[in-house]
């Protein structure tokens, strides 16, 4: 299982940016698939995910309405469409999937620890 997350960079406050999160190793169409950021000196914390087969979505609070998360099931992508960006989404963000599993809740989005299998962050910097 691997995990790679592209897409990060530096916008302004109201712009938007696009992560991509390739997965090899295992089909991304039926497990489950998250987004997850860290910001400094704070907790990783759980931004939005993907369930496996019913393509059910979660998002934290604090995104909903500006982020979309989708997957592309051909190239075995998964994104994060991050619109209305605000100074307090920078962060490292990071894509993982709770393989073998497929449920995507809240709790589950929640329970950073569960989740066993992680790409390398990618910095996204939201200047005001």
């Known amino acids: 299982v691997q995990l790679q997350a592209s897409g990060g960079g530096l916008v302004q406050s109201g712009g938007s940016l696009r992560l991509s999160c390739r997965a090899r190793?295992?089909?991304?169409?039926?497990?489950?698939m998250g987004w997850f950021r860290q910001a400094p000196g704070k907790e990783r914390e759980g931004v939005s995910c993907i369930g496996g087969n019913s393509g059910s979505t979660v998002y934290v609070e604090s995104v909903k309405g500006r982020f979309t998360i989708s997957r592309d099931e051909v190239q075995n992508v998964v994104y994060l469409q991050m619109d209305g960006l605000k100074s307090e989404d920078t962060a490292v963000y990071y894509c993982?999937?709770?393989?073998?599993?497929?449920?995507?809740?809240?709790?589950?989005?929640?329970?950073?620890?569960?989740?066993?299998?992680w790409g390398r962050g990618t910095l996204v910097t939201v200047s005001s």
């Open positions: 190793g295992f089909d991304p169409r039926r497990f489950v």
């Open positions: 993982a999937t709770d393989y073998p599993e497929g449920l995507c809740a809240p709790w589950v989005l929640k329970n950073v620890h569960r989740w066993d299998y």
